[in-house]
């Protein structure tokens, strides 16, 4: 049975002015050009660059307030749903065929170059093999991984062979050609372990003492060279010190992933672009936003002028008034776009300078031990703003200081209290211990427990496991690993 009711219902919905704001809060620089371009790209009431003839502030503010109510745009027509999408791409650009005047297909140009894999196989042609011989080389190569290992048990690679190339064969058969593909370029190439692959490029080396030593050492101790246990290794091999370290300097001379050294491979190289610059001018700092994020956009004159124009016609067929629907969504959408970029400049500045003010002693002095403790909630007091605001700007955003480009985010951190009770960063503390270990003795590497000590002397009183988390924060391996002859 149905019923009717009465229901009070409190909610609340984010403008697609406000969540167009937040989401170009978040870009970089470079992601930040590429929205600017697409935007400009569908929006055709979006021009930029300097206006030839300036006109008022908001040059469409009055010119179709007497049409129909019925074609007023407000933001209950927006689905928000689109917005919030992370697809911002029009349905006419999904299409293979927009019915345009010019539906010739355009060729993109492609940097030219050739895979890691391809580079192996083109190197296999130049070597005398049987055809089934080829056929396992060419498999063998595309297992190899792009850091130039073979990861995989000779048994699984026979059974693939069988299954997916229909060549039986047994593993003495695919080790050796595998030695074939192993003395391909760079050195090393194929290995399926770190020893293998160290041996293979000593191998292609000119034998001399140290490197003879070190291959066996490789080959016999290889364990034990990983654990530094360099007393051993010394009564072991009947070596002295010196021959040793000769023989220690030999393989660290290696490359331990010879797929990495291969030029033409196709990783993508990440350029950063700092979205602010801090310059030291007359002892006070100078913050400067970097241009390519303050662009200049105006609304197009031309919509303005043709939407006047059909508000000059009194009797409006319905053609006629899709179109000036059409042209006030564009010019609705350009003003939105404009304030966004302008709100999105003001709220950068505004909080860098604040974390400016706010680090600047650091930024004076370029010392990371004079770094304040800092969270996100000091920064979004201070501007009157939400914590999310701060946290956008600080996660993708980077700043060009005169001690090089550092990521916002890298200057918060937590802060602890030292013997004195003041709070102290723990970015201070990270780098105090890094000093630390940068002076230890290499022969006798400290403890974590000796590094906590020695803290504690200092005056930062903190458990031996803080002091790991630290160290292993900072990249820094256990004693033991950091030990030298």
Not at 255 to 269: A, C, E, V
Not at 345 to 350: E, Y
């Amino acid at each position: 049975m149905l019923k009717q009711n009465l229901q009070f219902k409190l909610s609340q919905k984010l403008s697609p002015q406000q969540i167009q704001l937040m989401k170009l809060i978040q870009l970089p620089t470079l992601a930040f050009e590429q929205k600017l371009k697409q935007e400009l790209e569908e929006n055709p009431a979006l021009e930029s660059g300097k206006e030839e003839n300036e006109i008022n502030e908001d040059p469409y503010e009055d010119t179709y307030d007497d049409l129909d109510d019925s074609e007023t745009i407000t933001a209950e027509d927006i689905n928000i749903d689109d917005y919030l999408s992370d697809d911002e791409i029009p349905d006419y650009r999904t299409h293979a065929n927009n019915y345009s005047a010019d539906e010739d297909e355009k060729s993109v140009p492609y940097a030219a170059g050739i895979s890691f894999n391809q580079y192996l196989v083109n190197q296999l042609n130049t070597v005398y093999l049987s055809d089934e011989e080829w056929s396992i080389a060419e498999f063998l190569v595309g297992s190899i991984d792009e850091s130039g290992y073979i990861r995989r048990p000779i048994a699984d690679i026979m059974d693939d062979l069988a299954f997916t190339q229909n060549i039986y064969t047994d593993e003495e058969s695919i080790l050796k050609v595998l030695k074939t593909v192993q003395s391909l370029d760079p050195p090393g190439v194929g290995a399926r372990s770190l020893d293998e692959c160290l041996i293979l490029q000593l191998t292609r080396k000119e034998p001399t003492p140290p490197i003879e030593l070190a291959t066996t050492i490789l080959k016999r101790s290889f364990d034990q060279f990983t654990k530094k246990h360099y007393q051993k290794l010394i009564a072991k091999h009947n070596i002295t010190e010196e021959e040793l370290k000769a023989a220690i300097a030999e393989i660290e001379r290696l490359n331990p992933k010879p797929g990495g050294s291969y030029s033409g491979n196709t990783k993508m190289i990440e350029h950063v672009i700092p979205d602010f610059s801090i310059r030291i001018v007359d002892g006070d700092l100078e913050l400067t936003l970097n241009g390519r994020n303050a662009p200049e956009l105006h609304v197009s004159k031309n919509y303005n002028e043709m939407l006047k124009g059909y508000k000059d016609t009194k009797k409006k067929s319905k053609a006629q008034k899709d179109t000036v629907l059409f042209i006030k969504q564009k010019l609705d959408a350009a003003k939105w776009f404009i304030d966004a970029i302008k709100q999105r400049q003001q709220t950068l500045f505004v909080t860098m300078s604040t974390i400016m003010e706010y680090q600047k002693e650091y930024f004076l002095t370029g010392d990371e031990r004079k770094l304040r403790p800092m969270i996100l909630k000091d920064i979004a007091d201070k501007i009157q703003m939400d914590v999310s605001t701060v946290s956008r700007v600080a996660n993708s955003k980077y700043v060009d200081t005169p001690y090089g480009t550092k990521l916002i985010k890298s200057l918060f951190s937590e802060s602890m209290k030292n013997e004195q009770g003041e709070d102290v960063s723990t970015t201070e503390i990270k780098k105090i211990l890094e000093t630390v270990i940068g002076e230890e003795t290499k022969k006798k590497p400290l403890t974590d427990d000796k590094l906590a000590k020695i803290l504690k002397d200092k005056g930062y009183p903190i458990a031996r496991r803080t002091v790991a988390k630290y160290r292993e924060l900072l990249g820094i391996p256990v004693a033991r690993l950091r030990k030298e002859i």
